[in-house]
């Protein structure tokens, strides 16, 4: 027998085993990540805060488009008082 033959059956075979187990592989990782399951009970107090609070947060970083979440958040408030005066006038 040559021992090149040898080895290349070897590295014929090896391909078409494999390729069963890697599809079998990503199946499961695929399932795993459409699992749903909910995260961990365990909660810090950044899960804690809404979304209001992350973006007053943000806003007061230093960094690009920080000032910009800034500006929004004072014009929604402006237009929540203006909205919340015209409710009282009626």
């Excluded at 070897?10 to 699992?35: I, K």
Aim: glycine share 12%.
């Amino acid at each position: 027998m040559n021992v090149n033959s040898k080895h290349r059956r070897v590295s014929e075979g090896s391909p078409r085993r494999w390729r069963g187990s890697g599809a079998l592989l990503f199946a499961g990782f695929v399932l795993a990540g459409c699992s749903g399951e909910s995260p961990p009970a365990e909660s810090t107090d950044a899960d804690t805060l809404t979304r209001r609070q992350k973006d007053s947060l943000l806003s007061t970083m230093p960094i690009p488009g920080a000032g910009a979440v800034g500006k929004a958040l004072d014009a929604a408030d402006k237009a929540e008082e203006r909205a919340r005066q015209h409710d009282t006038l009626g």
